[in-house]
């Protein structure tokens, strides 16, 4: 299986993924899990939040407040955002491995949600008022914490299908 998998590592090199020692252990891994091995970015991280706001307001206003979610590996990983984001006013987002070393959180705005449709109309800017750090409980996967950082976040048209954000996250 190491081999194939490795197989796989060098042809995606080929095509312009980046297959380092890590990344192939990490495909591995997926298989063993029976998660499906794909060729370009691969969500590692969902998070959600129930509220839009702002830290530093007390969850009010524009920003990310009481963030939480799952890790890919979680046995909560699908479902993790289902009761969050069906109706409370809340949201959810990925966290991607674009490529090696390279991770982002995409956060796609939907005009259906009151909140969300004001943000996309003003093309308002998304603040972080704290460090955003979610560790691992595990440290199989050689990532041992996640840190989304503080600060003010443009708002991107070409997120989703009505704009939202990219956020440049780091993974330890």
Same mark, same amino acid.
């Given at each position: 299986?190491?081999?194939?998998?490795?197989?796989?590592?060098?042809?995606?090199?080929?095509?312009?993924?980046?297959?380092?020692?890590?990344?192939?252990?990490?495909?591995?891994?997926?298989?063993?899990?029976?998660?499906?091995?794909?060729?370009?970015?691969?969500?590692?991280?969902?998070?959600?939040?129930?509220?839009?706001?702002?830290?530093?307001?007390?969850?009010?206003?524009?920003?990310?407040?009481?963030?939480?979610?799952?890790?890919?590996?979680?046995?909560?990983?699908?479902?993790?955002?289902? @009761?969050?984001?069906? %109706?409370?006013? +809340?949201?959810?987002?990925?966290?991607? $491995? *674009?490529?090696?070393?390279?991770?982002?959180?995409?956060?796609?705005?939907?005009?259906?949600?009151?909140?969300?449709?004001?943000?996309?109309?003003?093309?308002?800017?998304?603040?972080?008022?704290?460090?955003?750090?979610?560790?691992?409980?595990?440290?199989?996967?050689?990532?041992?914490?996640?840190?989304?950082?503080?600060?003010?976040?443009?708002? @991107?048209?070409?997120? %989703?299908?009505? +704009?939202?954000?990219?956020?440049?996250? $780091? *993974?330890?």
């Amino acid at each position: 299986m190491k081999k194939f998998i490795y197989f796989i590592c060098g042809f995606l090199t080929l095509s312009t993924f980046s297959c380092s020692k890590e990344n192939s252990q990490i495909l591995l891994k997926n298989h063993e899990l029976g998660l499906e091995t794909r060729e370009g970015p691969f969500t590692i991280y969902k998070g959600c939040w129930e509220e839009w706001g702002r830290a530093s307001k007390e969850c009010d206003g524009w920003g990310l407040c009481r963030y939480d979610g799952a890790w890919f590996w979680q046995d909560d990983f699908d479902s993790v955002c289902d @009761n969050i984001s069906s %109706g409370t006013g +809340g949201s959810s987002g990925t966290v991607t $491995q *674009v490529t090696s070393g390279l991770y982002e959180l995409t956060i796609a705005l939907n005009n259906s949600n009151s909140n969300e449709a004001n943000a996309i109309s003003a093309r308002s800017t998304l603040y972080i008022d704290q460090d955003i750090i979610k560790t691992a409980s595990t440290n199989q996967y050689n990532i041992n914490q996640l840190k989304i950082p503080a600060g003010a976040y443009n708002f @991107n048209n070409n997120v %989703g299908n009505n +704009g939202g954000y990219k956020i440049a996250v $780091q *993974v330890q």
